[in-house]
């Protein structure tokens, strides 16, 4: 008996418990009904599971693997975002493709190395300037979010964009996200800097700045001096000559000053998609109104699909904090934003919740890439904490500045409260939500971003990234190899900063470390560490103390020469031209130069941060 009504797609328990229910209906009619009904119930779940999820993805500046309890800290309260990778997986060899903020951002967008776009920089410069240059994410490349679009996905960012504004007139917006295949546009075009901040000393080419005065300076003194000279008949000049080089001191200042003097109007602006909303933005409300417009768009779009992506701008300096968390933490001010960045994150899971989406939202939460060392102000300390690894931001090859959280929830989807630690990539996240969305990544181009899926669901056990390599600008620094047969994750560094001072951990002495020339020592051969056995790379291996050393350097030479062959040449974004400020490029909400406005919406304060 119990055969036939396994046939029929029933167990034998369950066909008993009907015999018993009702033992007068024929055996036949009660199997054909119970099979039908756990037909229609096994439709039902593929069709929720073929539904469209709705993608959430929020991105921290600046933010430290350290900074979060989830990864280890006992120090700062993150009580959301160790929620997050509680009900979610979180991944401990998350790795950014660059250590600064717009080529990051470039290959997050974009599911490719920056150097393929145009967005790793040869020079001195290494990312955007100015909301008036003309660089930024070429239009021929594809987002995640125009491929999201094109499956039907309402797409919207709030917060910092960072990859340009426009290319050759004001108007033209051909770097700005409704040109990347996103329809809503709430945020700033730019990033933070201690300049959009009132009393701050100015971040922008601060040395640069420094020596532009010094030569006005020098200028002046010596129109002076020839002025008094010629009034008091000490030195034989004409007044031709004085009043030449007096208009020549105004010039070269007036050239400069229109730009650095300015820097609080020019970049640090607000924008909802192609208006201004806020020239300069102020600051004390700048959180409420990212969240506000955050749950706005997951409220508006909640019958779905839709992809919000929610680029903070905690926790790069000047670290602006509302009152609600100042004195919060332990760590200072730094802490104190980190606190509320991670309060802002468990307001939108909330407004998730709330709107009965949390099943059906693949929910993502990573930073650009590690904590500054050098943001310092005095003995106090404004970044962030990279834990046990090595180095920070703006250093290509070191752990301390590519290695990032990165936490991934889809209730139902995803296993809860797992690790993995297998090696991935920000740039996964292209492939992973055009997967899930039901689209297809271009294949006209090469993408190095993997589908995470069958990672996270455990379906496979390795990463399928075999080789990674991290660039400092357009300068390869090192490469990773997973070995996967034998566990070991070796890294080669062909080029490391030189810290300043000696063994200071960083480049205290000039902001923020070079990528090339004088500031750095190349490696022949590389320096080679096992990041299983030494992942803090303190003690690089040798031949004497690794048998395999010249044979994994011979390996991993072989695939860098293989990943240059698929490098193209394309125009730098970054080039001094490209990235120096244009006047007549300048995003202005008046009649350039008077560009001030405050066009924000009254109940703007209803989301009170705390």
């Known amino acids: 008996m119990g055969i036939a009504w396994l046939h029929g797609g029933l167990s034998q328990a369950e066909g008993e418990r009907l015999e018993r229910v009702s033992p007068s209906f024929p055996r036949i009619y009660l199997t054909t009904l119970l099979a039908l009904l756990i037909s229609l119930d096994a439709r039902g779940t593929n069709a929720a599971l073929n539904m469209k999820p709705n993608i959430v993805l929020m991105l921290a500046d600046d933010l430290g693997i350290g900074d979060l309890g989830c990864y280890g800290n006992d120090t700062i309260n993150t009580p959301n975002i160790d929620r997050l990778a509680k009900e979610g997986v979180k991944l401990t060899q998350h790795i950014a493709a660059a250590s600064l903020c717009t080529p990051s951002r470039a290959a997050f967008l974009t599911g490719r190395y920056p150097i393929r776009s145009g967005m790793a920089s040869g020079g001195s410069y290494r990312a955007l300037q100015w909301n008036a240059g003309s660089g930024g994410l070429p239009a021929n490349e594809t987002t995640f979010a125009k491929v999201l679009q094109q499956q039907g996905y309402a797409t919207g960012l709030v917060g910092k964009w960072h990859q340009g504004v426009n290319c050759d007139s004001v108007h033209d917006h051909c770097h700005h996200p409704l040109s990347h295949g996103f329809n809503y546009f709430y945020g700033m075009p730019f990033t933070l800097l201690n300049n959009c901040q009132d009393h701050k000393p100015p971040e922008l080419d601060a040395a640069l700045q420094a020596k532009l005065w010094f030569y006005t300076q020098l200028i002046a003194l010596a129109v002076l001096t020839a002025l008094v000279g010629k009034t008091t008949g000490l030195v034989f000049v004409t007044w031709k000559v004085v009043t030449f080089f007096a208009l020549l001191g105004f010039l070269f200042f007036a050239s400069w000053y229109s730009s650095y003097g300015f820097v609080k109007y020019w970049n640090c602006i607000l924008m909802r998609n192609h208006n201004i909303t806020e020239q300069p933005m102020k600051l004390e409300r700048t959180a409420s109104l990212v969240l506000k417009e955050a749950v706005s768009f997951i409220q508006s779009n909640k019958h779905g699909p839709f992809l919000l992506f929610v680029s903070f701008l905690h926790v790069h300096t000047p670290l602006f904090t509302t009152e ?93 409260n797992t690790v993995v630690d297998e090696p991935t990539s920000l740039m996964d996240i292209y492939p992973t939500v055009a997967h899930v969305a039901g689209g297809t990544v271009p294949q006209d181009r090469i993408i190095d971003g993997r589908n995470l899926l069958p990672l996270l669901q455990q379906e496979v056990k390795h990463s399928e990234h075999e080789f990674m390599f991290h660039y400092c600008g357009s300068y390869l620094h090192a490469v990773r190899w997973h070995q996967k047969d034998s566990g070991a994750l070796w890294k080669a560094h062909y080029i490391t900063p030189i810290f300043h001072p000696k063994g200071a951990g960083a480049c205290y002495g000039k902001g923020i470390c070079p990528c090339s020339g004088e500031g750095v020592t190349r490696h022949d051969p590389p320096l080679l560490f096992d990041l299983s056995r030494d992942p803090s790379e303190a003690v690089p291996l040798s031949p004497d103390t690794e048998p395999l050393f010249h044979t994994v350097l011979k390996h991993i030479g072989r695939a860098v020469e293989e990943h240059r062959g698929t490098l193209t040449p394309v125009p730098q974004q970054l080039s001094l031209g490209n990235i120096m400020w244009k006047p007549w490029l300048q995003p202005c909400c008046g009649t350039f130069p008077f560009c001030w406005c405050d066009n924000e919406e009254s109940d703007t304060h209803s989301y009170k941060v705390g």
């Open 324 to 416: 609600a968390f100042l004195g919060k933490s332990r760590h200072g001010i730094y802490g104190d934003n980190v606190e509320e960045m991670d309060w802002l994150v468990g307001q939108i899971l909330d407004a998730i919740d709330k709107e009965g989406l949390r099943n059906n939202t693949l929910t993502y939460f990573a930073s650009d890439h590690g904590g500054q060392l050098e943001a310092q102000e005095g003995t106090i300390q404004l970044g962030g904490w990279n834990g046990i690894y090595k180095g920070g931001k703006g250093m290509g090859g070191w752990e301390g500045g590519i290695r990032v959280p990165g936490i991934l929830r889809w209730p139902g989807m995803l296993p809860a």
